[in-house]
């Protein structure tokens, strides 16, 4: 699978050979799915908590007598059913993440890359080089027509060119590692270097 490979500057480089099964799937709404929810879960923080009756700063005194008020058996002001009381079943601090193997992770990312792919949305450029400008980086930007893209770079990322990128709203860049499902799929452009190819063929394979 051929794919034409382009400069910053909207002109030719030539072309690149993609493989077949990182780019050339059928892409599976079920195995995104559940990937980008196992990515979600995960980026949950959790921490949301009420107190109990247990945890609720009121005394233990019973509120009145047990028998003869003609009105319920109450113990306590904590109880859940008064103002102020302790929260029945209430969310505690847990972790929402869940497992998901090694192999359907790298699944997913095959399917979100090929899913880039079929809707003619993988841009493969040579190289990200930068002399830091963010008003240069963005004019090339908005003559390639990139709104909101996500470029993923090689083992590390060019530092000029981030430096540059920083302040440019809608584009994001990521070292190969970083690649995931969840950001590639919200963007609306997927540009990867030539580096970005060599080293995804080799994490994913």
Known sequence: MKLDVIKLDGAKAGSVDLDEALFGLEPRADILHRVVRWQRNNAQAGTHKVKTRSEVNYSTKKIYRQKGTGG???GARSA?????????KGPKVRSHGHELTKKFRKLGLCHALSAKMKAGELVIIDD?????KT???????ANLGWKRALIID???VNETFAQAARNIDGLDILPTMGANVYDILKR???VITKAGVEALEARLK
Do not use: N
């Open 154 to 156: 090689g083992a590390t």
């Open 80 to 88: 859940p059913i008064f103002r102020g009381g302790g929260v029945y």
């Open 128 to 132: 990200v080089s930068s002399d830091g």
């Open 72 to 74: 319920a058996r109450h």
């Open 188 to 190: 609306d452009t997927l």
């Open 135 to 141: 008003s240069a980086l963005a004019k090339q930007v």
